[in-house]
């Protein structure tokens, strides 16, 4: 009966959850298709991260403008018309490839003009999940979503690799519009996403003054700011290792060999997946900021032991124990915002938030790219008195320099981390 009650309570957000899901699945393997592509044009590490440049820094810089509409305006709109927009992107690429006219520019351009709609899209779909479900749900629903995001981790790279060896990239971007179509499908006509009702004075304030308003929130909650920044280093640091550079540190060590790079990610993804179930089952944690920064040394753990061995199969038992801690992370950090901020301020703190800590991650990629294609890569393949003496432990040759950026960034990142549990601050976030 409990059961039955709780699937009562969450039955619309089940609904959105799931087709949103699929969407996601059939994005999922086209981002992996056009990963494996763009390296097969130019083999390097820059080429990468830079695409995954193109993805982020247009959500950073509209994210403020972005949550302040989350908040006033209709959060189904918003998200409906950045699911029709990533749709078009998906068949503006299908097009191109199909004349044999697709360029890595062109990538770059489109991933610049998705990201710009997820900008808006993710505060949205945020304030409509705290909005579709009861307080005592929150992490559990956090739970879900961790969950879903590991299966379609898991998925991705093996039905990517499957489409593209049997159908190539032309079915996977086909699958990929089918999937946008279901999404769409149940957003418009089976989901009704509650309206926050806002005071008169809080309607009459101007526009930019609302913009502004999640970074004073965050600024009188001294707790709040706190993490955000702290997790601004994170996102730094790990972008630098292997959640940055895990594609061309795999492909560079095993000579380009894709199943290599889909058994690591689908190990991440299992990670992720287990810890999405622990945390989903189990009680929630007393205290969740402590939780979140030994999450965070697990993470960089994972880049130390993968830095010191050629082998995929530790690199993907390094990557489950990281993710899965990962996930626990993600799912306490995600109950935290909404536990400690009202439901009709959450869209423009969300995207203050998520501006801060996400703003360091452009600058890391395109340092990530640089360091290994232009310093640390060709040091580990000359010849000199110091990389013979790192090679006894990082190996030589494509991706040896990537392997010594992952060593130093991991004992950066656990040393970072550990430093914060003694920080009585974050004390007023456990609930």
């Known amino acids: 009966m409990k059961k039955l009650t709780i699937f009562?309570?969450?039955?619309?957000?089940?609904?959105?959850?799931?087709?949103?899901?699929?969407?996601?699945?059939?994005?999922?393997?086209?981002?992996?298709?056009?990963?494996?592509?763009?390296?097969?044009?130019?083999?390097?590490?820059?080429?990468?991260?830079?695409?995954t440049v193109c993805s982020f820094l247009p959500t950073i810089l509209f994210r403020f403008i972005a949550g302040t509409l989350a908040d006033r305006g209709n959060k189904k709109r918003i998200m409906l018309l950045a699911d029709l927009a990533a749709a078009c992107g998906t068949a503006t690429v299908l097009a191109l490839y199909s004349f044999s006219a697709l360029r890595i520019w062109h990538l770059y351009v489109i991933n610049i003009l998705?990201?710009?709609?997820?900008?808006?899209?993710?505060?949205?779909?945020?304030?409509?999940?705290?909005?579709?479900?009861?307080?005592?749900?929150?992490?559990?629903?956090?739970?879900?979503?961790?969950?879903?995001?590991?299966?379609?981790?898991?998925?991705?790279?093996?039905?990517?690799?499957?489409?593209?060896?049997?159908?190539?990239?032309?079915?996977?971007?086909?699958?990929?519009?089918?999937?946008?179509s279901i999404a769409l499908f149940v957003l418009l006509f089976f989901i009704k996403i509650p309206e926050i009702k806002h005071t008169?004075?809080?309607?009459?304030?101007?526009?930019?003054?609302?913009?502004?308003?999640?970074?004073?929130?965050?600024?009188?909650?001294?707790?709040?700011?706190r993490i955000t920044l702290f997790l601004a280093v994170i996102n730094f640091l790990a972008k630098l290792g292997n959640d940055g550079?895990?594609?061309?540190?795999?492909?560079?060590?095993?000579?380009?060999?894709?199943?290599?790079?889909?058994?690591?990610?689908?190990?991440?993804?299992?990670?992720?997946?287990?810890?999405?179930?622990?945390?989903?089952?189990?009680?929630?944690?007393?205290?969740?900021?402590?939780?979140?920064?030994?999450?965070?040394?697990?993470?960089?753990?994972?880049?130390?032991?993968?830095?010191?061995?050629?082998?995929?199969?530790v690199w993907s038992i390094a990557a489950f124990v990281s993710y899965?801690?990962?996930?626990?992370?993600?799912?306490?950090?995600?109950?935290?915002?909404?536990?400690?901020?009202?439901?009709?301020?959450?869209g423009r703190v969300f995207s203050a938030k998520d501006t801060l800590q996400n703003c360091t991650i452009p600058l890391a990629l395109v340092l990530g790219g640089i360091l290994a294609d232009y310093a640390a890569e060709p040091f580990m393949s000359s010849d000199s008195p110091a990389q013979k003496f790192l090679s006894h432990f990082f190996g030589s040759g494509s991706g040896a320099g990537i392997a010594v950026i992952f060593f130093f960034v991991g004992i950066l990142g656990i040393g970072i981390s550990l430093s914060r549990l003694k920080k009585p601050v974050y004390n007023e976030l456990n609930k």
């Open 200 to 225: 008169e004075e809080n309607a009459k304030e101007p526009f930019l003054k609302n913009c502004l308003d999640g970074v004073r929130y965050l600024r009188d909650h001294t707790a709040l700011l």
């Open 114 to 180: 998705l990201s710009f709609m997820n900008a808006f899209q993710n505060p949205a779909s945020f304030v409509a999940a705290s909005l579709l479900v009861p307080e005592k749900h929150y992490t559990r629903v956090s739970g879900l979503q961790g969950f879903s995001g590991a299966a379609i981790s898991i998925l991705a790279p093996a039905l990517g690799s499957c489409l593209l060896t049997f159908g190539g990239m032309t079915v996977v971007l086909i699958c990929d519009l089918v999937s946008f």
């Open 8 to 51: 009562k309570e969450l039955r619309s957000f089940l609904l959105l959850w799931s087709s949103q899901t699929v969407s996601e699945l059939g994005t999922a393997m086209t981002n992996y298709a056009l990963i494996i592509w763009t390296y097969s044009q130019k083999g390097t590490a820059s080429s990468i991260t830079l695409l």
């Open 245 to 313: 550079m895990l594609a061309p540190f795999v492909l560079g060590r095993t000579g380009n060999n894709q199943q290599a790079l889909g058994m690591v990610q689908s190990a991440v993804a299992l990670g992720l997946l287990a810890g999405s179930l622990l945390v989903t089952l189990l009680k929630p944690a007393q205290n969740k900021p402590k939780v979140v920064f030994i999450a965070t040394a697990f993470i960089f753990a994972g880049n130390i032991v993968q830095s010191l061995t050629p082998h995929p199969l």
């Open 324 to 346: 899965m801690t990962a996930a626990i992370m993600n799912t306490n950090l995600t109950a935290i915002m909404r536990e400690q901020v009202p439901p009709e301020m959450q």
